[in-house]
Each structure stands twice: as C-alpha cells, then as structure tokens.
C-alpha cells in the first residue's frame, strides 16, 4: 500500500466494518455452492489479521473446498506461524517477491525488512509441508527487469514455482503506464537465453499462467499476461473484499456489497442465489477493452481485492 496514499493519517476501517470470520465462512459456503472449489485468503496482508489461523481452520473444512492457499509478503512467516497454519489446514502458499537484491526491493515495496526475511519466510513454510510453494514477480520496465535472471537463478532446482506477472493497471495509486510493461514474451526470451524453456499444458482450464520447465529438469516457471495476452474469456474468479464487497474483475470500478444482505440476515440460500445472479450476469472484459479510456477509470486498489 503506497505510503503516498496510504500513510500514518490515513482513515483505515473500523473492526465492525470487516466481516466476521463466521460472516466470511458463511459467504465462501454461498460461492461453494455456486461450484467453487479453490479459496485462497489474500490482502492486503492476510497475516496482519488477528486469529488467521480461526479463519484458515473453519474454511478447510468446508465440503468442496479441494484448494485452500494464501498469498503473502512473508515478513511475518515465522517457523512458528508456518506451522499453526498448516495445522490449521492450510496446504499451499504464494510468496510475493519482486527482487532478490535488497536495494531494489526496498525501492519497489518501500518496506523494512530485508529480501532474507522472505527467503527464510519461504524455508520456514516448506519445513512445515506446505507444497507447492509459488513466488510471484511483478516485473516493470526501470524498476526491476535486470532481476528476472536473478530470481530465476535464485530458485531453480528448489522446489519453488517462480511466477511472473506483467505490470497490471490495476488501481489508480501504481503509476501504471503503458511502457513500463516487460511482456511476457520478453520475459520468456531472457530467460530462454539463458535457461532453455519448453511450454507444459495447463493444469486446469482458466489457469492464469501460462507453464515452462527448464528442459535440464531445473523446475517450473509461470507467466501471467494479462496485459499483452488477455484472458477474460477463460476467467473463473470473484473476490471478497475484507468488508464484504464482491468484484467480479480485478479492474472492476464497483463491487456488490454482499455484506449488507449478511447483516440483514440472509441465509446460506439466499447469499448463494445472489452470487449465481451476480456471477452469471457479469459482463467482465476490462484486458481486452484496455484503452487510454478504461486506464484512467476508478478502479479498486489491489491492496483490497488481492490478485
């Protein structure tokens, strides 16, 4: 969250805004019923919330929940919190990650704590059994394209799944232009170059990355190019905002505020006929209509709906 935008004064929510952990476990058997099988708690920074492991635990039980994850920072992955969340029932986790030179990711994140931090965040989530673990990377153009091959040399033949992600408008607050977007077939030809790469088949439809191994056996990588090779057709995800609200686009302008029928006393019934309704109405193609236009809209920070 840019301190810019989000500094010392800003006026965060009040606690009985967010929902509950029963209110966010009530609406995710709403989306459960609708066919979702995969859940993953995001942010902001979902380790800040207090009793995480309350919410991982009541949400891993939940009948047809196949894939429970969670993206983080990992400044706050100690051996200890690893642990309780996979007791809790967490299996997967995603570590965002955008260099492994300290001075650079200070300078893309504006955060304290050091790239070793994250790495030992990392060792600690696989010594407690979480697997796969992903790493992702925002890559920019000025900012931190120099550390693709990095990273890439950072996690081969580790068991960690390296992602990169395209510079997305997402926002109003990331300064997003246009030319500061590396594709990802720029990505892919820089580590090509180095690490010979071969295409895998998806292993799901509507996955977001596109797959590669190394073809000396080295892992796997992801690359995710939502700005130069859209993919809103095969798109299968909705987002719950800490208040309730749910957007059906990470670009979305507006979100249905599912929290106002929660509180009104709408059952389990209810919540899931609204999300069949909002779902099946969505007209979502916000990648594929990108424009000088639809850049400038007000659109919902990243910091509320997670990726």
Request: include cysteine; glycine fraction near 6%; aromatic fraction near 8%.
């Amino acid at each position: 969250m840019p301190k810019e935008f989000f500094g010392s004064n800003h006026a965060f929510l009040h606690r009985a805004e967010l929902l509950s952990f029963e209110e966010i476990e009530r609406s995710v058997y709403a989306f459960v019923a609708n066919g979702v099988k995969k859940v993953r708690i995001t942010g902001g920074e979902p380790m800040v919330r207090r009793d995480l492991t309350d919410l991982i635990a009541r949400l891993a039980v939940i009948p047809s929940v196949e894939d429970l994850s969670m993206t983080t920072n990992a400044s706050l992955l100690t051996h200890s919190a690893a642990e309780k969340l996979y007791e809790a029932g967490l299996r997967r986790i995603t570590i965002s990650l955008d260099a492994i030179d300290n001075e650079v990711f200070s300078a893309i994140n504006d955060v304290k704590f050091p790239v070793a931090r994250v790495l030992s965040g990392i060792e600690n989530a696989q010594a407690a059994g979480m697997s796969p673990i992903k790493v992702n990377m925002v890559v920019a153009r000025g900012m931190n394209e120099n550390e693709i091959l990095p990273m890439v040399r950072q996690f081969r033949n580790t068991d960690v799944i390296l992602r990169f992600i395209e510079f997305m408008d997402v926002g109003n607050t990331n300064d997003w232009q246009m030319d500061k977007v590396i594709s990802a077939r720029e990505i892919l030809d820089i580590i090509h170059r180095e690490f010979p790469l071969k295409a895998v088949s998806p292993t799901y439809r509507g996955e977001v990355a596109k797959r590669w191994i190394y073809e000396d056996g080295g892992g796997e990588i992801g690359v995710i190019s939502s700005v130069t090779e859209p993919f809103c057709g095969t798109c299968n995800r909705a987002r719950l905002t800490a208040e309730g609200k749910v957007y059906t686009c990470l670009f979305a302008t507006s979100g249905f505020d599912l929290r106002k029928h929660i509180r009104e006393g709408a059952d389990v019934d209810q919540l899931t006929e609204l999300v069949r309704n909002l779902w099946s109405g969505r007209s979502d193609r916000y990648s594929e209509l990108r424009s000088n236009a639809t850049v400038s809209l007000p659109k919902v920070e990243m910091s509320y709906v997670g990726g």
